[in-house]
Each structure stands twice: as C-alpha cells, then as structure tokens.
C-alpha cells in the first residue's frame, strides 16, 4: 500500500472534522445569534456540555460561588473534543473543550474560535497510558509498525500523542502510517486489549487504575513521559461571542481559573468530596463512584493559564506533517490569557483561588 494511502487512512478523521467544522462554523457565521439569554437578575447563561459522573471545572467554580456575570446552563453530556468544538463553532453551545491539536485543525479549517483557559492536561499522578500485555512482544516503537492502537477517538489527543511518541522514538511517517489506530470505547479498551482484538490500548483514570489492579498490563509510554507536566487542552469560546460578551466570558475565566487554582492547592480527598457533593446534588441520576479515582487537576498552569510552548509544539508537529500550511497561524492567533486572573496582574501566579499567599501546592 503507498505511503499516501496509508496517511489518509490514519488521517481520514480528522480531515473529516475539520471539513465539517469548516462549513459549519461558515453556517454559525452567517446565521446563529452571538447573543446571550439572561436572567431575571442580569447573568448571562452559558450553555455547555459536561461529563457524566464527573464535575468539570467551570461547574466546580459555580459550585464554590466564584460567578458574579454568568450562569451555567447544563444541555447534556459529551466526552468526544472535535464534536464539543463542532457544538461550540454551530452556537449549540458557548463554550467546548478539546485536546489543542485538534483546537487548532478547527481554527485552520475556519471555525471562529479563541482558547482562553487549560482544563486537562498530564502529570505523575494524572496520566493517560499506552499499554500492552505484559507477555506482548512489543517493546518498542519499532514493534508497533503493522499492529493496532486502541483509542477513544481519532483526530484528538490519543491519535496526536500516538504519532508524536512514534516520530520521538525514530519511525519515519511511512513507517507511521503502517501503525493501525482504530476507535475502541474507554469501556471496552480493556477487553480489547486482554482478548487481542488491539495490540496496544489507551487506559486513563478508573479505567487505567482498575485494569492495572487487574494486572496482566504494562505501559509503553504514557502522555506524561512525553513532555512531562504539560497542559494538553483548552476551552474554548466563539469569537463572536467573545466580543459581544467580554463581561460574561472574563467573569468565566476569573471564576473557573479560581477554581482549577483550588483544586490544584487543596488536598485530594477535599476535591474529591467536592465533587461527590456537587454530583449528589445536581440531580443528574449519576454516582460517584469515577471521582474517587480523580489524583489531580493535571494542569501544568496555576489557573489554567496557557503557554506558547503547550500551543507552538502542536502548529510545529501540523506543520512539520503537512496538515497546516507554514505560518498559518501563529500561537498569539489561538489563545489568549487576558482574562485569566494569573495571568493578567489581577492575582500573583503562585497565589490562591482569592489571591492569598500559598506557601506550597498540594499538587
């Protein structure tokens, strides 16, 4: 099989996104309403779209009352980054968050959208790992070439750090293309992977921590092997709305910026008891068992403030793959922290969720 057909297999999905996110963002443009609905008593409402059993950090930021301006509306739940970034550009929802690779194949693609704050990203503690059986003759990046890789989704964090971890380890992009990644659930990766249907699997959080339990696996690598502490992705608004509600979206940043500070600096089992209390009361019909496995926030920047380097690394890696045309875009065009309290002067970066001295993070 040629090199190039080999490539648009592996890359069909995301092309396809971004495709999708180009026509639909040009719809948004021309037809959805950057205007907000508000409230009796002046919040403006921000529809979004959590995640189920688990409390992302803007609803852990209402929940510790650091909102003046806005107001969240929940509309449902989603764990898949290009679709949440899709939601956001075609105004179902106002704000989304993806892996920045992927925030920036949207953005090239036409989508109007602007990061302005961290939400996950990789550590010691928090960590998505690339495993194999432990009796697997893979042991190197080498081994991989003609085998299948497990992931929740193509196009988006696992598929980048696959192919980044490959071209690291010495592989040329033809021999890149000959490693399979196939869409395997979170809840079935697992199984999968014990029963041979993928050679390698991706596990994080309680899906990492019971198989390990389970033993019978061992790590490849992991994202935090790669490049260490390092915030992965970003929320994200319109650029419409933005400009249209700065207000609303910098009382957003303020507020889940103080709050991604909290759950960096505050013992674990206080987060987690947290976030037991928040999904007990929101009435979802969920339990708690997946936050009990919750480490850390994984963000490398107190508050979520974002750095070039979590941004350049992903124009350099498009560029370098011929995904994104040479100077397209530079880091400056995909975020901004001007509304980030850590980052614009309003608080000292190594200080609290209320500005207060902090002799030493727990995280």
């Not at 990766?189 to 061992?218: H, K, N």
Request: glycine content about 10%; some cysteine; proline content about 4%.
């Amino acid at each position: 099989m040629s090199h190039s057909t080999l490539r648009r297999r592996l890359t069909t999905a995301v092309a396809a996104a971004a495709a999708l996110l180009t026509l639909t963002s040009l719809t948004a443009a021309c037809s959805a309403s950057s205007d907000a609905s508000v409230t009796a008593d002046g919040r403006t409402v921000l529809r979004y779209e959590g995640a189920p059993a688990q409390v992302i950090y803007p609803e852990l930021a209402e929940a510790l009352g650091y909102f003046d301006d806005v107001e969240l509306e929940w509309i449902g739940d989603n764990g898949n980054g290009p679709q949440s970034l899709q939601n956001t550009a075609t105004n179902q929802v106002e704000f989304g968050g993806a892996f920045n690779g992927a925030v920036i194949k949207a953005q090239a693609g036409g989508s109007p959208l602007t990061s302005v704050l961290g939400y996950y990203g990789a550590d010691t503690q928090s960590f998505q790992g690339y495993y194999v059986l432990d009796d697997s003759p893979i042991r190197e990046a080498r081994d991989l070439i003609g085998k299948k890789v497990g992931m929740n989704t193509l196009g988006a964090h696992h598929e980048f750090l696959v192919r980044e971890w490959l071209a690291q380890q010495g592989l040329t992009n033809d021999e890149i293309a000959q490693v399979e990644l196939i869409v395997v659930p979170p809840v079935n990766t697992e199984q999968a992977l014990r029963e041979g249907q993928i050679d390698v699997g991706t596990l994080g959080s309680v899906f990492r921590e019971t198989a390990v339990e389970r033993g019978g696996l061992r790590p490849l690598f992991t994202d935090e092997s790669l490049f260490g502490a390092f915030t992965y992705g970003t929320l994200a608004f319109r650029d419409d709305f933005i400009a249209n509600n700065r207000d609303a979206v910098e009382d957003f940043v303020q507020g889940t910026a103080r709050a991604i500070r909290w759950a960096q600096i505050t013992p674990r089992e206080d987060v987690v008891a947290k976030f037991e209390e928040i999904i007990d009361t929101r009435g979802r019909n969920e339990n708690t068992d997946l936050v009990g496995y919750w480490k850390s926030t994984g963000i490398a920047g107190p508050g979520g403030v974002i750095t070039d380097r979590e941004i350049q690394i992903w124009l350099d890696w498009l560029t370098r793959n011929g995904e994104l045309d040479e100077g397209a875009l530079a880091a400056s065009d995909v975020y901004t922290n001007e509304f980030n309290p850590y980052a614009n002067g309003t608080y000292d970066p190594n200080s609290g969720p209320n500005g207060e001295p902090v002799e030493e993070a727990v995280q």
